[in-house]
């Protein structure tokens, strides 16, 4: 079985956001795989895909805290300035993060750790809409 | 053909430790694949897999310098204590490394570089096991 | 459907060079999967794979500056310097950015954003030709 769908996330403030929820209302056929893969795959440069606490909003505040200081909008050494300060910064974070997850999927649903959630990470102050392409593959439920 | 399998990683110390051995150990039916992918998955946000040199233990004492520094623990700006000082860095690690690895399977074995070797990165001082997630799926040799 | 075949690089100066079209070029039989997934592996541990902007030749650049400012060679707290100044570092940078991508494959294609390019992290001086490994799996347009 093999599914594929696009998945548009609203736009968000620049920061970090748990996103799981949104996501996996989207694909209510991971009840159908007994054991597979779902790719969540970013088709955007400047924002990116993370898996980590869910839990604690200040741990994702912490995020954009710790990401803002290791590649700082102000640094004198950027050469690609044309499209805005937080531009560039956002190319290498995204980098940093990646574009994509791969998840488990084992008994109808995501197989995550308790603590694990899905992070929309927006590096963008006005990063609009982002396009998310979902792919599911596995075996069904019912072999 | 799919497989998956918990792999319970025993308590490490915090540092970089490579587990090549243990995880295709526990995973024998990798022999049974033509060609296939094998899916590593953490399911933490404390630790994380990465895939790096296999032979000198300075590299692996090395990255742990590194990433000690590129996320300190004695930082002003964490606002997320409550669970010790090790904890919001080992996030901010964890997210940089990624908590899985999606490896090809060829010929019946995990077809890495000669220098490559599975590090399990643990970023807590006491971190416990670790559960991982092992996903295999592919076409099998004897079709 | 199945593939995997290996794809050699060849030997590029250090620094983030985009591989899209040599890559694609290498891979006919994308054009063969409705919907499926193309995992590119790279059996290196001292260049990796990224996804990222791939217009602007000062944004690639922009990523070298910034990963040898993150990753100083010079440090004095590296212990491996056996194999040269640049081989711990390119360790470190290729654990960051990550030795392999899957990328979804959509209507024969590979299913990236306009943006999007796929690129050969070389962080070594003289890292010679890069073997990278491709797999393909999905289902087939035929069916």
């Not at 970090?16 to 440069?45: K, M, N, Q, S």
């Not at 741990?59 to 937080?86: C, K, M, N, Q, S």
Request: overall charge negative; some cysteine.
């Amino acid at each position: 079985m093999w599914l594929q769908r696009e998945i548009v996330l609203r736009p968000r403030p620049r920061g970090f956001h748990l996103v799981t929820r949104e996501i996996v209302d989207a694909l209510p056929e991971l009840a159908e795989l007994r054991v597979g893969l779902a790719h969540l795959f970013l088709r955007h440069t400047s924002a990116s895909l993370a898996l980590n606490e869910n839990a604690s909003p200040d741990v994702r505040a912490d995020f954009e805290t710790w990401f803002d200081r290791a590649v700082p909008e102000d640094a004198i050494y950027w050469t690609h300035r044309l499209e805005g300060d937080d531009d560039m910064p956002a190319h290498i974070k995204a980098a940093l993060l990646g574009s994509s997850l791969s998840l488990p999927i084992g008994a109808g649903r995501l197989a995550l750790g308790t603590w694990q959630g899905i992070y929309l990470c927006e590096h963008r102050d006005a990063g609009g809409p982002r396009s998310l392409l979902a792919t599911l593959w596995g075996e069904p439920a019912s072999q």
